[in-house]
Structure formats: C-alpha cells, structure tokens
C-alpha cells in the first residue's frame, strides 16, 4: 500500500509516469523503506496505463465484493417457516439483552455529581 500510496502521491504531484527513483524519494521523505520488488511489480503492472482508468476498473471490481449484512437477512428468509422464526426471535433477545445491559451500566453507585 506504501508503493501505491507513493504512486498516487507522484501522480497528483503533476508526474504522470513516476520512476522507481521518484517513489523512493517520496518514501523516504517520509521515513518508510522502499521495497525494490514491490516497486518494480507496480510499475510494470501499470505501465502504459491511465490511472484514472486504473482506479475506475478497481472501483467496478470492488463493487462485485459482497459487504456483510445483507446475507444473513437474505439466508434467514430463504430458510422460511421455523428456521426464519428461530432466528428472528433470537436476534430480539439479543437486542433485549443489550438493553439490559444499557441500563445497568448507567448505575450511579449510589450518589450523583450534584449531591
């Protein structure tokens, strides 16, 4: 992430092709090591290549990626009948429980701040 970081950096920076040698300066600069390979792998991988383009075709990539949440609800109701019923109701007592708990960490020990 430090190579693509420098990249990028390099690239806002006005340079629109940076060389091994301009993302080890930035690297340095800031204190980091420069991994030569890692430097190299970029730069071959995204030589000849807008960055715009780059980062536009990562976005599309990313976006295929499933974020969490949403499977569980989904798994529950293509389960149906009782297993939908089970989880439903197992969720409700964890929300009760988390209620609870609320309300005894709100405990003032016996005496408030203005006593």
Known sequence: M???AAYLLAVLGGNASPSAG??????????A???EDRIELLLT???GK???EVIAAGREKLASVPAGGGAVAVAASAAGGSGATAATAAVESKKE???EE???SDDDMGFSLFD
Request: contains cysteine; glycine residues 8%; aromatic residues 0%.
């Open 2 to 4: 430090k190579v693509v």
């Open 33 to 35: 090591e420069a991994d």
């Open 102 to 104: 609320k309300e005894e």
């Open 50 to 52: 807008d960055i715009t």
């Open 22 to 31: 301009d993302l080890k300066d930035i690297l340095g600069c800031v204190g």
């Open 45 to 47: 991988q995204i030589k």
């Open 97 to 99: 429980e988390k209620v």
